[in-house]
């Protein structure tokens, strides 16, 4: 199951892609996914204060405009697509935060976001 920040922010507990054994507090803004390894008795709270809501992750339909997907692959391509918009930057956000999130993609969308706020 996925998970949506509705609030402005959390933080939670969630793991290192560098030190695949350490885990660290991050901020999660609202509107992105929650990572998914964050631990079950944190998003228990966090759906109880309504902090954050169950996405429906069902697989996107064939008839989805191929276009508007974010694409797998390298950094560039990503970034390439995303080709500094907000919304496009958001959302690829979301999809590598949600996988072994490459730091540098990460900090890349990070600010092509906060740019468009």
């Known amino acids: 199951m996925a998970y949506r920040v509705i609030a402005?922010?959390?933080?939670v507990e969630m793991g290192v892609p560098e030190a695949p054994s350490a885990r660290a507090r991050r901020?999660?803004?609202q509107g992105l996914l929650l990572p998914g390894d964050v631990p079950e008795s944190e998003v228990r709270a966090l759906l109880e204060q309504g902090h954050i809501e169950p996405v429906?992750?069902?697989p996107a339909s064939p008839d989805d405009d191929q276009d508007d997907k974010v694409?797998?692959?390298t950094i560039a391509e990503i970034l390439a697509w995303v080709d500094g918009n907000p919304d496009r930057a958001a959302r690829?956000?979301?999809v590598e935060q949600?996988?072994?999130a490459r730091s540098t993609l990460v900090a890349d969308l990070t600010a092509i976001v906060d740019a468009g706020e």
């Open 8 to 11: 402005g922010y959390v933080t």
């Open 27 to 29: 901020d999660v803004r």
């Open 56 to 58: 429906d992750d069902e």
């Open 71 to 73: 694409p797998t692959g």
């Open 92 to 94: 690829a956000l979301d």
């Open 98 to 100: 949600a996988g072994k």
